[in-house]
T-cell receptor, first 114, second 115 residues
Framework: DAMVIQNPRYQVTQFGKPVTLSCSQTLNHNVMYWYQQKSSQAPKLLFH???????NEADTPDNFQSRRPNTSFCFLDIRSPGLGDAAMYLCATSTRDTQTEKLFFGSGTQLSVL | AQSVSQHNHHVILSEAASLELGCNYSYGGTVNLFWYVQYPGQHLQLLLK??????LVKGIKGFEAEFIKSKFSFNLRKPSVQWSDTAEYFCAVRKLTGGGNKLTFGTGTQLKVEL
């Protein structure tokens, strides 16, 4: 049973056309993350939420935004996708308990930019 | 900046061979260490983790990893690999001071086990 669900699995957009990726979770975890993973590279954290507190990584481009309307859902908005934004986007969740903390990942959304 | 290095990008082994995947990190403070695995077509999942205590940790499917603080290393091992271990393996580090829950991943090692 999927616990972190990302839709769609594959997303194609046009250069400059806004796109939204979605993530939902059934784990009731406080923390949600968005990672970007390009081919042959490490997953790179874009931002994360502690509950409703938004934490942006310093090197995340302004082109990337996120929304978390409630505990279960989190969205990644790319305002004007460029060719360099083509990547796998991974959503993950965790609890805030540092003694047991591990990340639960979704299957990812593969974004192509034409 | 904190970094995580995985030196082997692609590893090919025959079944029953022993495996060791290297992982080194650059942060000098207290850290939590993880290995995640991604089987073909599946999502990333936790293989094992080290928080404190015995530096030799055992995970699922016969994997283990040893934390050597003096070497800033957390190498993954398995005495005898199986075809089903074919996957991509990611080392990840979380620093406990000023790092929050942020994980920094290595670039991954693609393991292929041949019959």
């Amino acid at each position: 049973d999927a616990m972190v669900i990302q839709n769609p699995r594959y997303q194609v957009t046009q250069f400059g056309k806004p796109v939204t990726l979605s993530c939902s979770q059934t784990l009731n975890h406080n923390v949600m993350y968005w990672y970007q993973q390009k081919s042959s590279q490490a997953p790179k954290l874009l931002f994360h939420y502690y509950d409703k507190d938004f934490n942006n990584e310093a090197d995340t481009p302004d082109n990337f935004q996120s929304r978390r309307p409630n505990t279960s859902f989190c969205f990644l908005d790319i305002r004007s996708p460029g060719l360099g934004d083509a990547a796998m986007y991974l959503c993950a969740t965790s609890t805030r308990d540092t003694q047991t903390e591990k990340l639960f990942f979704g299957s990812g959304t593969q974004l192509s930019v034409l | 900046a904190q970094s995580v290095s995985q030196h082997n990008h692609h590893v090919i082994l025959s079944e029953a061979a022993s495996l060791e995947l290297g992982c080194n990190y650059s942060y000098g403070g207290t850290v939590n260490l993880f290995w995640y695995v991604q089987y073909p077509g599946q999502h990333l999942q936790l293989l094992l983790k080290y928080f404190s205590g015995d530096p030799l940790v055992k995970g699922i499917k016969g994997f283990e990893a040893e934390f050597i603080k003096s070497k800033f290393s957390f190498n993954l091992r398995k005495p005898s690999v199986q075809w089903s271990d074919t996957a991509e393996y990611f080392c990840a580090v979380r620093k406990l001071t000023g790092g929050g829950n942020k994980l920094t991943f290595g670039t991954g090692t693609q393991l292929k086990v041949e019959l």
